[in-house]
């Protein structure tokens, strides 16, 4: 009979496995699961939810390295700037010019520009936790923390949208008012309001999220599975999936940027449609 991998009582446990469990050897594969993406708490009682865990570590120790890096590149800046400075000017520029310029322009997209370059640097940094020796864990898989900087830009857009073209030009705006729809103007902006005030901001958050999580499934599995197959003739497959496990390596890099960028450009198209004028 197959041996069951362990589980702890406590619910905020990972899942916990025989290290030196292998194909053959009459234990279960350890699959990866929602238990992956649990942590006991590193200080406070889970209980009381009063508590610090791996994540908020993590999310802690991202925003240290983001401020620490630009203040040792802008702390000093020179003319001809030192590699770390090209660095940061690069990172910022593109972000700046190919985003917000792109997106909402150059006039009204300047005021914009220093919380643009803070989310994407923080969630690109939240996703290379993924992939980092130690940490190993994105922290955007976590719903709570795409979902906290979804509604960051939720309140920012609602609020411009209110500034800019007062309370009833707000509400066009949301519902997508146009008169010449005639019969079906009550359904479309039912269907535009349930949209736009509910379904974005949802949608905004569960992008970044869901790609994070399923790639840290996927490198869990793949990594377990090279683990778990070194033994016998699952050698040759552990070699396999080893491989697999590189790759989906390479992939995450290039995802976990990719996720960074759409969630600002997202972010940029709200607010330039919250100041676009009215036609």
């Known amino acids: 009979m197959l041996k069951e991998p362990a589980v702890s009582a406590d619910p905020t446990q990972v899942l916990a496995f025989e290290t030196d469990c292998h194909i053959f050897d009459g234990c279960g ?28 570590l993590l999310a802690l120790l991202g925003t240290v390295v983001i401020v620490g890096f630009f203040w040792v ?18 990172g910022y520029d593109f972000v700046r010019r190919g985003i917000v310029y792109e997106t909402i322009g150059k006039r009204d997209g300047e005021k914009y520009v220093p919380l643009v370059v803070s989310l994407f640097f923080f969630v690109w940094v939240m996703n290379l936790w993924s992939i980092i020796p130690v940490a190993q864990f994105p922290v955007t898989a976590i719903i709570s923390y795409p979902a906290a900087l979804a509604l960051i830009v939720y309140v920012l857009w609602v609020s411009l949208t209110f500034k800019k073209h007062g309370f009833v030009g707000a509400f066009k705006n949301f519902s997508g008012y146009d008169k010449s729809l005639g019969a079906v103007l009550p ?36 990594t377990i599975a090279s ?53």
């Open 29 to 56: 594969f350890p699959a990866p699961g929602l238990h992956s993406f649990l942590f006991k708490p590193l200080w406070g009682d889970g209980d009381s939810n009063l508590y610090f865990n791996k994540t908020m």
């Open 227 to 279: 683990w778990y197959l070194l033994n016998g003739i699952g050698f040759a497959y552990a070699g396999v999936s080893f491989v697999m496990t590189i790759v989906m390596t390479a992939f995450e890099l290039f995802i976990q940027a990719v996720q960074a960028y759409v969630f600002v450009l997202l972010t940029c198209s709200y607010i330039q449609g919250a100041l676009a004028e009215q036609h």
């Open 73 to 90: 590149a802008f702390r000093n800046p020179k003319v001809v700037p030192g590699k770390v400075q090209m660095v940061a000017e690069a």
């Open 187 to 222: 359904l479309s902006m039912t269907i535009e309001l349930f949209s736009n005030l509910l379904v974005r901001p949802f949608t905004h958050a569960v992008r970044l999220f869901a790609n994070m999580f399923a790639g840290h499934t996927l490198l869990l599995l793949f």
